[in-house]
Nanobody, 121 residues
């Protein structure tokens, strides 16, 4: 089970930190990713992290602004989002997969319900 939290309404230039708490079988999966879907658009990959190695990967549009991190004892992955822009507005999901490359490619075996991020201009 994956449970996201931390979304909300923020002005452009502001910051939010999303959390994704993992439990159950999802704990055994190596990779965790964040994805987002804006109204009328397809879901897109945002960032990924390997539980085991800490390797990270970001889509170009968030590099330098977003940081993905993990707290292994808490089985929680975070997405720190700074310098937010209106185009970051979307429903943000976390997902997990055994393969880091598969998460980067947009795949997930387990998905959370999502948390809404709205950035006003």
């Amino acid at each position: 089970q994956l449970v996201e939290s931390g979304g909300g309404l923020v002005q452009a230039g502001g910051s939010l930190r999303l959390s994704c708490a993992a439990s159950g079988r999802t704990i055994d999966y190596d990779a965790m990713g964040w994805f987002r879907q804006a109204p009328g658009k397809e879901r897109e990959f945002v960032a990924a992290i390997s539980w085991r190695l800490g390797t990270t990967y970001y889509t170009n549009s968030v590099k330098g602004r977003f940081t993905i991190s993990r707290d292994s004892p808490k089985n929680t992955v975070y997405l720190q989002m700074n310098s937010l822009k209106p185009e970051d507005t979307a429903l943000y999901y976390c997902a997990t997969h055994r393969s880091f490359q598969s998460v980067v490619a947009g795949n997930g075996d387990y998905w959370g319900q999502g948390t809404q991020v709205t950035v006003s201009s």
